[in-house]
Each structure stands twice: as structure tokens, then as C-alpha cells.
């Protein structure tokens, strides 16, 4: 709510203080904050407390494709995989080089960046091979629904190739 | 970057959405299925990067990593962009879903412009130097088209925004180096760390 109320008060401060006229610049930045509240509380009311899943089976209900979902599911957990990584990076930078300022500080940064992102590469083929043995995308998901069938199918057929 | 909730026209959100959806169906479709893992994993060690503030002077910024990611990512950095924008949205209430269109479209489409433009010179150029160069006008340029296509947005919303839009064109341009310069540090060491990175 702070987050939404400062937001507010720079939208309506801006186009006050840029429109040609105060009182229409005033009324106009009034309206477009009054509009992002709204829609900010509806989103606050039905959307964020679903989380990822309610979003994911809201998708699956809209059908929306296949990939963008798996992509939006990875990328949630590789934010979750990576974010620790990143951070001892960074931790590490800092107990290495306590004074780099500036340029020297961006370019160090971007370096790291680099360096997670051959990391990420790495660990997205490992994982993709992990996906592979469980059946490909079809046994991924263990809340998607519509395709079970489709998982049961693929773990008979891994069963019977184990064997 | 973002544009807040509530700003643009029905018009406009309408021709964001259906800009943003041709050029995800189109990304998803030349991404192929086993490139998604790494499609996703990239785009969450960006979203990562960017979330990282940086020191430069006297101010602090957060980089956005938008001609990288198109660098790295070709059309995949469409559907990239837009999940990162959505989660976001979700887990920061950055931008917002109704907006959510417009903010992918004018995100993306610098990316995919940077990665049609400079993909193909920056992969052959064996010199540093030249990498060095063509990435520092890719990432200039990206943060550039984006506040451009931010501020065709707002322009055509409500011609009152000029002053507005040319105030947010003036913040973007230090913004614009700085990104330049961290794109050009980052594709001269993936170029020497991992040619075969670079889409």
C-alpha cells in the first residue's frame, strides 16, 4: 500500500507539474491514480493471494500454451535456484574487493552476471536431461490436470524400458 | 521503465496485448522444446541481475539487461521478457497485468531489434575492440528504443504528455550508458569466455 500510494503521488506530482494547465494536469493525474488503485486492490483481492499455482491453473483454464507455462514455472524456480548463487557471488566481490567503485564495480558485475549465466546453461541441460528420464514435459507438472493419462502412459512406457 | 496501471488508453492496452501476443506466439514457436529449460533458467539469472542495484556516482541504478538478453536469447527473449515482467508484476507489483502488454511490447521489441541488428556482427567480429563497440551501441540503443516506444505510448494516449515524455527521454539517456557499457563488458567476456553463447 506504501508502494502504491508513493507510485500515486508521483504520477499525480509529474503530470501536474508537465501538463499545460495546473488544474486539468492535477484532475487528469487524480483520475489515473484513482484508476491504479483499483486496479491495483482487485489484483490485490483476487489475484496475488492465488500465487504462481492459482496463476498456472487460471492459465490452464484460458489455455494458454504448453511452453509459456513450463517456461513461467522453471523461471520462477531457477529464481529460486540461481538467487543463492548470485548472492554468495556478490557477498564474495564485496569481501574481495570492499572499495571497487563505479566502472571497475560494473564491469566485476557483469562479469559475475556472466559467469551465471555459463552456470545457468550448464545446469539448464542437466536438468533438461532430468525432465527427459521423467518422461519429457508430460511428467513435469504434478498439478496440471487435463493430461495425466499422458503421464501414466509415459511412466509405463519408462517402466517397461527400465525393465 | 514500467508504466503504472491506469495511465493508457483501452486503445493502446488493446494494441500492446495483441503485440505482445503475436511476438510470444511467434518466440514460443521458434524456441524449441528442449531450448525452454534454458530459455527459462536465463531469464531468471537476468531478472536476478536486474535486480541488483548499482553505484555509479552519486545515484544507484538497477540494469535491465533488455539488448543481452536479446543477444543471448534471439526470439526467445520475447516470452523471456514477458514472463519476467509477469512475475514482477506478481511477486513485486512492479507494472501491473492490465499493462502488462504494452510494458512486454516495449521491452521486447528493443531486444528483438538489438538481437536482428547486432546478433549476427557482434558473433563474427573476432576483434574485442569491435565486440566492445557494437554491444555498447546495442545496449545504448535498446534502452533508448524502449523509453522511444514508452513514449509513443503516452503520446498517443494524450498529447498533454510531452513534457512528460521528453522528461522521461532526458532520465533514460545516463540510464542508456550505462546499460551500454555493462552490455559491452558482458558480451566481450561471454565472447571470450563461451563463443558459442551468443545466439
Known sequence: ?163 | MHISEGVLSTQILIAGWAGTCAGVALGLKKTKDYKIVRTALLSSAFFLASLVNIRIGPSSTHLSFIAPMGLILGWGAFPAIFVALLLQAVLFQFGGFIVLGANTLAMASPALFVYLIFGKIIRNSQKKFNVMIFSFIAGFLAVILAASIVGVFLGLTDKNFLTAIKLLFIAHVPLALVEGLATAFLISWLKKAAPEFLF
Open chain 1, 1 to 163: 500500500m506504501k508502494k502504491l500510494f508513493f507510485a500515486n503521488l508521483l504520477i499525480i506530482i509529474t503530470t501536474t507539474l508537465t501538463w499545460p494547465d495546473i488544474n486539468d494536469g492535477f484532475l487528469t493525474g487524480l483520475s489515473i491514480a484513482l484508476k491504479c488503485s483499483v486496479i491495483y486492490l482487485i489484483c490485490a483481492v483476487f489475484i496475488f493471494p492465488k500465487g504462481i499455482s492459482g496463476i498456472y491453473k487460471a492459465m490452464i483454464f484460458l489455455h494458454v500454451p504448453e511452453k509459456l507455462r513450463i517456461l513461467i514455472l522453471l523461471t520462477l524456480r531457477g529464481i529460486f535456484i540461481l538467487k543463492e548463487r548470485f548472492e554468495a557471488a556478490l557477498i564474495s566481490l564485496k569481501l574481495r574487493a570492499p572499495k571497487q567503485k563505479n566502472f571497475a564495480k560494473l564491469k566485476s558485475f557483469t562479469h559475475i552476471t556472466g559467469s551465471i549465466l555459463l552456470q545457468a546453461a550448464d545446469r539448464s541441460e542437466r536438468m533438461e536431461r532430468a525432465i527427459k528420464c521423467r518422461g519429457g514435459f508430460q511428467g513435469f507438472n504434478s498439478i496440471r490436470n487435463e493430461k495425466n493419462e499422458n503421464v501414466i502412459e509415459s511412466s509405463k512406457s519408462l517402466l517397461q524400458i527400465s525393465r
